[in-house]
């Protein structure tokens, strides 16, 4: 059972241009929702993250949108640059007995032509 | 944030042969998460290492496969043993944030081929 759907698989923009991934989840119990950017070679990185508690989170051009009603979630990459082509996945975080259980979506690739 | 360490950054292996990937954090941590990232794919726990006591493995993940060693607060490794070429993948160490592990420090992976 996929707790955490993401689309789109792959996401072709142009520089400057809005980029935009979407993630559903189907647990309630989720309370943290992180995006992480995966360059080639490197491991995750954590980007972004937000509490259900908000439905906007802005850092720099990146932004997270949370509709809470529609366990749906969404990251925004504004004025898009070729640095920007990497993959993205969002991921949903829930206490599961001592620790804490992270459930990623399948990941976005994401690629910013010059 | 921490700074994870992760050895080796490649390897290429034969069928039958066993590896062990060595990841090492700047910083006292409780728990280390080792993930495996299929080509192309997203990351799956493999299991949960806490230091002083065995590790805790997820679902479709088995000791005898994938054993785990963490004898202190900032160094883990993993095996993976008997490899067969569906083993072939990206195995990442991670460690959380300290109080809830909510966000995810990674290492950069060990890429794994197996002929």
């Known amino acids: 059972q996929q707790q955490v759907k993401q689309s789109p698989q792959s996401l072709i923009v142009q520089k400057g241009g809005i980029s935009i991934i979407n993630c559903a989840y189907e647990?309630?119990?989720?309370?943290?929702f992180p995006w992480y950017q995966q360059f080639p070679g490197k491991g995750p990185a954590l980007l972004i993250a937000?509490?259900?508690?908000?439905s906007e989170k802005k850092e720099g051009r990146f932004t997270i949108s949370f509709n809470k009603s529609a366990k749906q979630f969404s990251l925004h990459i504004m004025d898009s640059q070729p640095g920007d082509s990497a993959t993205y996945f969002c991921?949903?975080?829930?206490?599961?007995?001592?620790?804490?259980?992270?459930?990623f979506g399948s990941g976005t690739q994401l690629t910013v032509l010059p | 944030s921490a700074v994870i360490s992760q050895k080796p950054s490649r390897d290429i292996c034969q069928r039958g042969t066993s590896l062990t990937i060595q990841c090492q954090v700047d910083?006292?941590?409780?728990?280390m998460f080792w993930y495996r990232q299929q080509p192309g794919q997203s990351l799956t726990l493999i299991a949960t290492?806490?230091?002083?006591?065995?590790?805790?493995?997820e679902s479709g993940f088995v000791i005898d496969k994938f054993p785990i060693s963490r004898p202190n607060l900032t160094f883990s490794t993993l095996t993976v043993s008997n490899m067969s070429p569906e083993d072939s993948s990206i195995y990442l160490c991670?460690?959380?944030?300290?109080?809830?592990?909510?966000?995810?420090?990674f290492g950069s992976g060990t890429q794994l081929s197996v002929l």
């Open positions: 991670s460690v959380g944030s300290y109080g809830q592990n909510e966000k995810l420090f």
């Open positions: 290492a806490n230091q002083g006591s065995e590790a805790t493995y």
């Open positions: 991921a949903a975080t829930k206490v599961s007995g001592s620790a804490r259980q992270l459930t």
């Open positions: 647990n309630t119990a989720f309370d943290y």
């Open positions: 910083s006292q941590v409780t728990m």
């Open positions: 937000i509490r259900p508690d908000v």
